[in-house]
T-cell receptor, first 113, second 113 residues
């Protein structure tokens, strides 16, 4: 079955440690996105990518990094520079934008203690 | 910049109607609508691609006023299953000419028996 998979579902880290969230899709989608969700803030765009080896910063990129070495994969690293990393992170993918729906993964809830 | 959604929250009794509004300060090329249950991934409802377009399925429909840079989602004869948070998303031109999908803060709908 085609879909988009995020792992793990729950993640706990100590403050000051970098952590990488996985996102894999087998939908043959070109575009991939990372969003952060906090209560009352909606979905805020962290990074997005439309082709392999190319990505752009979203609205809240500070303290995060990404890579897009393969079409299927778009991992997000939450670095120690991110001041408030505890949140629900959602990955999404779509055909190149232009009126096509985005498919979301089930999300990763990151808790930094 | 996130599109603005209103109202922020609504409580209905089963069978009542609701309208969710979405507006942007930027020109809108398309509007996406998604619904998210607590702790789950957002689920696609519909996309509107051009000004004046209206769509609908079951008792959920939407309109898109390109001139006013607004879209509205209409929920008719609400059911318990309609409960959740509704997000509108807009496609915008990002860095380097690539398109990005940005979302509003959401509208939390609670439907009671």
């Amino acid at each position: 079955d085609g879909g988009i998979t995020q792992s793990p579902k729950y993640l706990f880290r100590k403050e000051g440690q970098n952590v990488t969230l996985s996102c894999e899709q087998n939908l043959n989608h070109d575009a991939m996105y990372w969003y952060r969700q906090d209560p009352g803030q909606g979905l805020r765009l962290i990074y997005y990518s439309q082709i392999v080896n190319d990505f752009q910063k979203g609205d809240i990129a500070e303290g995060y990094s990404v890579s897009r070495e393969k079409k299927e994969s778009f991992p997000l690293t939450v670095t120690s520079a991110q001041k408030n990393p505890t949140a629900f992170y959602l990955c999404a993918s779509s055909m190149i934008m232009g009126g096509t729906e985005a498919f979301f993964g089930q999300g990763t809830r990151l808790t930094v203690v | 910049q996130q599109p603005v959604q209103s109202p922020q929250a609504v409580i209905l009794r089963e069978g009542e109607d609701a309208v969710i509004n979405c507006s942007s300060s930027k020109a809108l090329y398309s509007v996406h609508w998604y619904r998210q249950k607590h702790g789950e991934a957002p689920v696609f409802l519909m996309i509107l691609l051009k000004g004046g377009e209206q769509k609908g399925h079951d008792k959920i429909s939407a309109s898109f006023n390109e001139k006013k840079q607004q879209s509205s989602l209409y929920l008719t004869a609400s059911q318990l299953s309609y409960s959740g948070t509704y997000f509108c998303g807009t496609e915008e031109m990002g860095q380097g000419g690539s398109e990005k999908l940005v979302f509003g803060k959401g509208m939390k709908l609670t439907v009671n028996p």
